[in-house]
């Protein structure tokens, strides 16, 4: 197969015939589910062509065969399309790019070119993007909750400020999975938040917050605010405040001070927080399997899907390693921008 070009269809007779030969060795030994199981992830469809070739093929004595094409064709026609023939080229070789190509929605073509999916082929690309979008939306809005609740917390004395910790550190002595069912309990269609929506006459009917991107996000971002408010804290907890009141002594406003002065000394903090929290939520399983339903499905529950469900794991292990790929390389554009020396966890 190796010397095979697609421009002629069919490969040569003697490689046909060893073909046939191994799919009835397979058939005798019942294996041949296993390799059309295997060229049907890289081909859809194809692994029935398979079966069907092996059913037929285990009867018959090979020697008697007067033409190996003919042969192929009147078990199926789709032995004549060269695609068959160049993916068992491909699955022939040692390495092969096919599952990271797939898990990108891309696919080599005839000619052997990486080329993009049909549209209405592309799963796991869409997939990914909206992971991305979403851990950057849940990163910005813990960024918003966490940085006046860290600056009041700062504000305090260090007695009043320890104890009011416990409601930010609370969510990590509770179960996670009684923290989903409670939002569960509050955002579906008879919870608590639709009846008091209704019951101030806010809104004419209950709307529809459970099991999408809105359940996600809203779940995942009060189970992350802890990991955005820690680090934080522990930044403005270390401001001089003798840099504050020198600001202020030198003319600035407090608008000034706070974007000059206040706001630039809290970054490390800020910065480890947010990546934290996107990294954290890019790989997040649990939540988007428990509320996100079919539109808050992250990247994490693919993965999952073709671990346990499909048994496709090489597809899973490239999906992986190309979120870890994403994961290192943001972590070093932040190294390049900010500076790694800089963060601060506390």
Do not use: C
């Not at 979403?134 to 960024?143: G, S, V």
């Amino acid at each position: 197969m190796q010397t095979y070009k697609y421009q002629n269809v069919f490969p040569k007779d003697e490689t046909i015939k060893i073909l046939l030969s191994e799919l009835k060795v397979l058939a005798k030994e019942r294996n041949s589910g296993v390799l059309s199981e295997e060229l049907n992830r890289m081909v859809p469809g194809f692994g029935s062509v398979i079966k069907k070739t092996s059913r037929k093929i285990k009867k018959i004595d090979i020697e008697n065969i007067e033409s190996y094409k003919d042969f192929l064709l009147n078990i199926s026609k789709r032995w004549e399309n060269p695609k068959y023939w160049m993916t068992i080229k491909r699955a022939n070789d040692g390495f092969t790019l096919s599952y990271v190509l797939s898990a990108l929605d891309l696919e080599f073509n005839i000619e052997g070119k990486i080329v993009q999916k049909d549209e209405s082929l592309r799963i796991y690309l869409p997939i990914l993007l909206k992971t991305l979008y979403m851990a950057f939306l849940i990163t910005l809005i813990t960024m918003i909750l966490a940085y006046p609740t860290s600056y009041y917390l700062a504000s305090l004395p260090k007695s009043k400020a320890n104890l009011l910790m416990i409601f930010v550190l609370l969510p990590f002595w509770t179960s996670i999975l009684v923290r989903i069912v409670s939002w569960i309990t509050l955002l579906q269609q008879k919870g608590v938040a639709n009846d008091v929506m209704m019951y101030f006459n806010i809104i004419n009917q209950p709307l529809d917050m459970m099991f999408n991107q809105f359940a996600t996000i809203i779940t995942m971002t009060h189970i992350l605010l802890p990991f955005m408010v820690l680090p934080l804290y522990g930044s403005m907890r270390s401001v001089d405040q003798t840099y504050i009141r020198a600001s202020s002594s030198l003319g600035a406003n407090p608008f000034t001070t706070f974007f000059k002065v206040y706001f630039p000394l809290t970054v490390p903090g800020l910065s480890a927080g947010a990546i934290l929290v996107f990294i954290i939520s890019v790989g997040y399983y649990i939540t988007p399997a428990l509320v996100g339903g079919i539109d808050g499905q992250m990247i994490s529950n693919m993965i999952e899907f073709h671990m346990r469900t499909s048994n496709n794991w090489e597809l899973a292990s490239a999906m992986g390693g190309i979120l870890l790929i994403i994961t290192i390389t943001l972590y070093w554009v932040y190294d390049k921008l900010v500076g790694v020396n800089s963060l601060k966890l506390g």
